[in-house]
């Protein structure tokens, strides 16, 4: 028998009341009611404990055993740590191949102001971006490039979607995240915040290249889907407009990797000078 099992206590179901009550935060209707989400994953889990605030720890047997030391930092923490079926570990994850690791965790995102606060010189803004894998990689590609911030404008996914979560691989605790469904309401705090508004659009005349000096500038890089780009109204909303530079035969890049390269070229020539 595992040490985290204990005689005559068996595991939780997928009828456990808490695990019930858990399964509701796998959809955004339940996330914002409860205030609540779901990180699955030991890597997320154990980012969650470090940054964020873990109500319940979920693991199954064979997961606990897989990854003691975050049992322990769970319990060390004073965060109940509840044992599960592999059924119930199912209905909890979003993924072909459950994990086995379920944290239950406060949302994270905070009003724009709060998120802007201090003298930000880099930020992350997606507009429309309705594809959860494509957003938390940009949050992920934000943090590991020393952004301040990662906002989340008009109908754009919401942050704390699964898919989203697990593919930010715990950045999504790393930096102030903020959603608003208004894009004039995000693009005038990242205003007031001193950032310069620059979009990434692939047609744009002016390309990374020739815009080294003026990156140098506290920036606001605007984001939007892969499919549709951004709308005109907010290309016409942001003081520059810029595209990555193609040097090969590929038609474009996807959304996560040009982000990537706008965000490093930001980052690159502001810690240079």
Same mark, same amino acid.
């Given at each position: ?101 379920? /944290? ?80 004039? /309401? ?72 040009? /982000? ?14």
């Amino acid at each position: 028998m595992s040490k985290h099992t204990r005689p005559g206590v068996d595991p939780f179901t997928e009828r456990t009341p808490r695990v019930a009550a858990a399964r509701h935060l796998t959809r955004r209707a339940g996330r914002d009611k409860a205030g609540r989400f779901l990180a699955e994953g030991a890597q997320a889990a154990r980012e969650a404990l470090r940054f964020g605030r873990v109500h319940e720890l979920f693991v199954t047997v064979a997961a606990a055993e897989r990854n003691p030391e975050l049992v322990a930092d769970a319990e060390d923490r004073g965060v109940p740590v509840s044992v599960i079926t592999d059924k119930a570990a199912a209905g909890l994850s979003e993924t072909v191949t459950p994990q086995g690791v379920v /944290a239950v965790c406060d949302l994270l995102d905070q009003p724009l102001a709060t998120a802007l606060d201090g003298t930000p010189r880099l930020v992350a803004v997606l507009v429309g971006v309705t594809d959860p894998g494509n957003a938390g990689t940009v949050t992920r590609v934000a943090d590991a490039a020393g952004a301040d911030a990662v906002l989340f404008a008009g109908d754009t996914v919401d942050p704390h979607n699964g898919k989203a979560v697990r593919a930010s691989t715990g950045s999504l605790f790393h930096l102030p995240i903020a959603r608003d469904r208004s894009v004039e /309401a995000v693009l005038d705090a990242c205003r007031a915040a001193g950032l310069r508004l620059i979009a990434a659009d692939g047609y744009a005349p002016v390309d990374l290249d020739e815009a080294e000096d003026e990156l140098v500038r506290p920036t606001a890089w605007v984001f939007g889907s892969e499919a549709h780009g951004l709308p005109d109204a907010v290309l016409a909303a942001t003081d520059a407009v810029m595209r990555v530079p193609l040097y090969g035969r590929a038609e474009s890049l996807n959304l996560a990797t040009a /982000a990537a390269v706008c965000l490093y070229a930001s980052a690159r020539v502001q810690r240079r000078r």
